[in-house]
């Protein structure tokens, strides 16, 4: 029978309540948001507490708000919410095609985003596009407040910088270049309640001429222990025009990078060649329609 440990159990109102429970038991202390990956883990007793702080009803943690820069998201809105908002899809669909993509729609009714983040699997479905859009992570403490990129705050298999009295709070996504366009797309063993074998996401800017690359971020999931940015890519096809010949070289050039391991998912060869399918056809559908932007 799988039963909880013993712990105290804490329900904060506000953030300023969360962040001084933090700042005296947060070395002592689980954070529970939708609870979708930590009620799992303390059941199987893959981890124990003395405090569970349950955020979940700290209302100005959660939310999705348009600003003239772009898009802040609240630390504890839902994944659900983010997969439906019509609005957030317009200029970001990359995430919310990601958020769709998580679990079952149970699953993302309860899993928040920094949930999603901060639990730091590498298979995790928001981390690539949020990576690809060059977000920003807000961390804050009674210390002061702290903004990294996704991959500066992710070191590892589940494993972030955050200090024991940190917390995440939002999000913040630019508002996309002009003639950009970014595309998501994951591989695994079932069309549902599966975990990536392998994910990619690629955010893709053109020149004014609209067809030689400007920039593009292209980022693998579940082939390293943390997203995994190309460098190879961008070197390859920035300042060219894209045509089959380099469509090819694309997936060669992300298999080359990718370091997966073989698990129950998949082999690692099996996730290499996804990686490579997944590079030739998300680049050549952000391409496409960057040029129509």
Request: proline share 3%; charged share 25%; with cysteine.
């Amino acid at each position: 029978m799988n039963i909880l440990c013993n712990f105290q159990y804490h329900a904060p109102k506000t953030k300023a309540e969360v962040l001084d429970l933090l700042a005296t038991i947060g070395d002592k202390s689980k954070m529970l948001a939708g609870g979708t990956d930590l009620i799992i883990m303390l059941k199987e007793k893959m981890m124990e507490t003395e405090n569970i702080i349950n955020i979940a009803d700290v209302e100005e943690l959660a939310g999705v708000k348009f600003t003239d820069n772009g898009v802040e998201i609240g630390a504890c809105t839902k994944i659900a919410d983010i997969e439906n908002s019509k609005e957030l899809a317009v200029d970001y669909g990359v995430l919310t095609y990601a958020a769709s993509q998580l679990g079952s729609y149970q699953v993302r009714t309860m899993a928040t985003i920094g949930g999603n983040i901060a639990h730091c699997s590498p298979c995790g479905e928001t981390t690539s596009p949020l990576v690809s859009l060059d977000a920003d992570v807000v961390i804050e403490s009674k210390r002061g407040q702290r903004v990294l990129k996704i991959e500066e705050f992710i070191v590892g298999n589940r494993a972030n910088v955050l200090d024991s009295d940190e917390m995440i709070t939002k999000f913040i996504i630019h508002a996309p270049a002009a003639n950009s366009a970014a595309r998501y797309g994951c591989i695994g063993l079932r069309n549902a309640m599966e975990i990536d074998a392998a994910n990619m996401a690629v955010n893709l800017e053109l020149e004014e001429d609209k067809k030689t690359i400007k920039n593009i971020k292209l980022v693998m999931g579940s082939v390293a222990p943390k997203p995994l940015v190309s460098e190879a890519v961008p070197a390859l096809l920035v300042g060219k025009v894209l045509d089959d010949e380099l469509i090819e070289k694309v997936g060669q050039a992300a298999m080359g990078e990718a370091k997966p391991i073989t698990d129950v998912r998949a082999t690692a060869e099996y996730r290499k060649e996804v990686v490579g399918a997944l590079a030739r056809r998300l680049t050549k559908e952000a391409y496409n329609k960057a040029m129509e932007a």
